[in-house]
C-alpha cells in the first residue's frame, strides 16, 4: 500500500452528522466496500470519516441469480438482490474486525416491514461498535403490495418512527431517487426524527441484449450507479438541502475530490464513495487527499466552509 | 492478504493469432505473489468509460517479474488493451482469487478450450518447477480450428510439454471434443484434472470426471465489477444451494461444487 504522503495535522476536516463527529467528510457507500476488510491492502482505513457497511438485514439472504451486474455508459446497473450475512453473522464476524478500526462504523439496514427494521435497530443497539443506523427505505415492502418504503412518504416516517425507537445511537435515512419529489419524503422523516438523511441510492435501470432479446440482468431491471447518475444525485442533494434543516450525506457517482466538494457546496455535510472504490479501490483516500489539498491551497479554515457555499444569481 | 494497485509498463504486446493478443507487463511485486488459477483486474482506460476494470488470468510469469496476460478481443475493454503501445503505463489491481490446488505433476491433466488456456500456462510451469522438470503435467488443448489452435500451443511445446489437440472442424489433431481425448487418458481417482474453458466443455469435463471418480477443478469466468469481494456482483450458483462468489471464493472451484445447469 502507498504511504500517507497529504498531511493533515494542521488542518480542520471535522464534521459533524448531529452528534455524530467525523474527523473528516469521507465515507464509503454501502454496498460498495463491502465489510472493510476487502479493502485493507489498498485503503488506510483508519484514515475515513466513517464506513458505511453492506445493507443488513435480519435473515441471511442469498442474493438474486445472476448475471447480477452489467456496465453501462459511465456506470453500472446492479440487482445483487440485497445479498448478506444477515444481523446475528454480521454482530459475530464482521463487528469485532469493524470496532477496531478506530473510525464510527454505520450500519446500513433493510427490511421487509417496518417491524423488521425496529427489530434490526434493537439487535444493532446491542452492539457497541455501532456508531449510527443507516436506513434503506428502497426496499419493496412486503406487507404493503411490494411498493418501495421510500417512494411514499408516511411510510418512510414510519420506518424511521421504528428505528428511532428500536435504538439511541443517531438515525441515517437514505432516500431514494426513484420518486417525483424527493423532497416530500425528506421532510416527512425529518419530522419522523430522522436525524440526517443521505442520498441517492442507485436509479432504477435496464439493459438489453439485442442478440438474445433478453434483459442484461436476471432481475430484468436493477440499480444504476457511478458517475453517470452525479448529475442528478447533485441536482437532489441540492433540492433537499432547501428543504430540511438535519445534516444531508451526499452520494451519488462520486470519483474524486472535486465531485465530493460539488456536493458539499449543494448543502452535503459529507459524502460517500460508491462505485467509484470498484475502479480505484484507493478512491474514498483519493477524494480524502483531493480535499485536504483543496482546504489547504484555498487557506480555508475548515472544510465546513464549503458546506452549503454554492453561489447563485 | 497481499493485492496490491500499481501502475505498470507494458513491455510487449503481441498478436499471436488474429484478435489474440499476449501483453507482457513489468510487475513484479504483482508475478512474485502470484500462484496459478490466480487473475488481475486491469484498467483499459484513462477516463470513465468503459469504466470498470476487466479480470483476466494471469498466464505466465517468469522470474524477472514479468507477467502476461493472454486474450480475446470480444469488446470494447479488449479493443482498447489491444491497441496499447508499448511503454505505456496500465493499471492493474492483483493477484487476485484463489489458484489451484497443485497435486502431483504425474497425475496431472489439464484440459484448456480455447482462450481457456489462458491460465494453464502458468500452472503448466509451476507443476514442472515442482517436479524439477522430471515429470510433465498432460496438457489437452481444444479449439475451433488450426488456425486458433496452434497459435496457443506454442509455450508449451516450449516448454517441453506434449500437447494433445482436439479441433471441432478436425483441420489438426483430434476431430472431435476435449473430452473424447480425456477418455482415451484412463485417467484414475489418483489423477487430477485442471480445466478452464467455455462453460459447456467445463461442465463435459465436470460429468466425465464425476462418472470416473477423478477429481476436477475448474476456473470459471463471470462478469465483474471489483475483482475483490466487494460488490458481490459475480455469484455462481452452488450445487448445495446458495451462491459463491468468483472473484473471491472462485475463480478455480472444486467442479462438483459448482451448479452445472446443462
Ligand atoms: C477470472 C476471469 C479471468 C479471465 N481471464 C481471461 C483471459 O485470460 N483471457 C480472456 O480473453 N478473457 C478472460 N476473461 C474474460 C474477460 O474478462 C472478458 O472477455 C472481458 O472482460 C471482455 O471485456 P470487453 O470490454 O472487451 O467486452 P465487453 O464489451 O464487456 O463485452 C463484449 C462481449 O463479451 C461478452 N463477455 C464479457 N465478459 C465476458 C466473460 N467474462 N466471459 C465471456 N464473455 C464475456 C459480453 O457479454 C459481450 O457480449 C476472464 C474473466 C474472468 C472473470
Ligand atoms: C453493487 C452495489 C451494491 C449496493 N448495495 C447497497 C446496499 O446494500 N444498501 C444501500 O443502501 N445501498 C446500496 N448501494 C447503493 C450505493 O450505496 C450508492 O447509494 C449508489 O451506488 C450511488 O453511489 P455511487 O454512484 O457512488 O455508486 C449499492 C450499490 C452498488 C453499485
Ligand atoms: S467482482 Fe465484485 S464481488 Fe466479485
Redesign the interface.
Known sequence: MEPVNVKMDELDLRVSIGSLKLQNPVMTASGTFGYAREFESYVHLQRLGAVVVKGISLEPRAGNPPPRIFETACGMLNAIGLENVGVDRFISEKMPYLSALGVPVIVNILGDSVDEYRQLAERLAESPGVAAIEVNISCPNVKKGGVAFGTDPQMAAAVTKAVKQGCQVPVIVKLSPNVTDVTLVARAVEEAGADAVSLINTLIGMAIDLKSRRPRLANVIGGLSGPAIKPVALRMVYQVAQAVSIPIIGIGGIASAEDAMEFLLAGACAVQVGTASFVNPRATEDVLDGIATYVREQKLESVRDLIGALRIG | ?????QKVELIQSEVIAAGTVRLTLNAPDIAAAAVPGQFVMV?TAQG??????RPFSIHQINSEGLLQILFKVVGRGTERLAQCRTGEQL?I?GPLGNGFNLGESGNACLVGGGMGIAPLLFLASRFLQQSHGGVTPRVILGARNREELVPLMGDFLALGIEVLAATDDGSFGYHGLVTDVLKTLNLTSQSSVYSCGPKPMMAAVHHLCQKENIPCQVSVE?????G??????????LKA???AHVC?DGPVFEAGELLWSL
Open positions: 492478504m497481499s493485492q496490491i494497485q484498467q470513465l468509460d468503459p469504466l470498470l476494470r493499471s489491481l463471470t462478469v465483474m465489477a471489483c475483490m469481494g466487494a460488490c458481490l456482483g459475480c455469484a455462481v450458483p444451494g446458495g451462491y473471491s
